[in-house]
């Protein structure tokens, strides 16, 4: 079984990197677009059921070390596997 | 006085460290990262470079080094710590000192020798300077920008706790131009310039950092 941690910067912090690639976007001509915010994901297996309880500890692994929720949003969710 | 300097996989700026505590009179010890004993120290300095490869983020696997472990608990009853760039990351981290550091907002690594301000001249690591001279070291950090919440900023402010500050424009996008904030017993000190570059004029801008090191001797010699 596996679960998802998706990690995003704060709206309020700025993302230099999220910028530098919506100017390459708007170099090749994706001028459509205009905002990037680049965040992380991670997949993570485990051994066992993903129940609330897995879901809960595992919120505290992102919430510790996956995402520093000083700067960084983060959701933790159950993915169906692959 | 023995100073610990701890070498993470990937740290940089350890031999400079352990030589500005030579220079300031001290006596340099070696910590390595995996290993939690502190070897009888008296202060630590934890230095720059890119500790893991910056995996993660900067700073964030480093912080659950064994060592780590050690400096955080005895930091918090008043172990003197000065965390230079990637240190400072590393203590923010660990959140001894609030707030984070981002990429900089100018998108580009920044490496010049920066003048700062010193706000706080009564830190541990910071009261052999006068409050406000002026210096110059070394910065050399891609991912230098200062941020926290405005309440935090406030209260950092109120209390004294921004150590040093760029003066002659922001290099980095720091909020507040904070280059370095300190503990509330103001004996864990973090900043992103590197002091420990400019303590002699062979081989760096000055010798302006130096007071960082002379300054925990200082107040160590004082306080014993």
Partial sequence: MSVVVEVMPKPEILDPQGQAV???????????????RQGKRFE????????????????????????NPVIEDHAVSAAPDA | MRVGVVTFPGSLDDGDAARAVRYA?????????????????DAVVLPGGFSY?????????????????????????????????NGFQILAEAHLLPGALIRNDVRTFVCRDQALRVENATTAWTSDYEAGRR??????????????????LDRLEGE??????????????SMRDIAGVCSEDGRVVGLMPHPEHAIDSLTGPGTDGLGFFTSLLTSMGAAA
């Fill in chain 1, 22 to 36: 919506l100017g390459a976007l708007h170099r090749l001509g994706f001028t459509e677009v205009t905002s990037v």
């Fill in chain 1, 44 to 67: 993570l297996a485990v051994d066992g059921d993903v129940d609330e309880a897995m879901l809960m500890r595992l919120e505290e692994a992102a919430a510790t070390l996956l995402a």
């Fill in chain 2, 25 to 41: 009179g001290g006596e340099a010890v070696g910590l390595w990262h995996g290993e939690d004993e502190l070897r009888g120290v």
């Fill in chain 2, 53 to 85: 490869g910056d995996y993660l983020r900067c700073g964030a696997i480093a912080r659950f080094a064994p060592v780590m472990r050690s400096v955080v608990d005895r930091a918090r009853a008043g172990l003197p710590v000065l965390g230079i760039c």
């Fill in chain 2, 135 to 152: 210096i110059v070291v070394p910065l050399k950090s891609g991912e230098g920008g200062y941020v926290a919440d405005q309440a935090t």
């Fill in chain 2, 160 to 173: 004294g706790r921004v150590v040093v500050r760029y003066v002659d424009g922001n290099p980095n996008g």
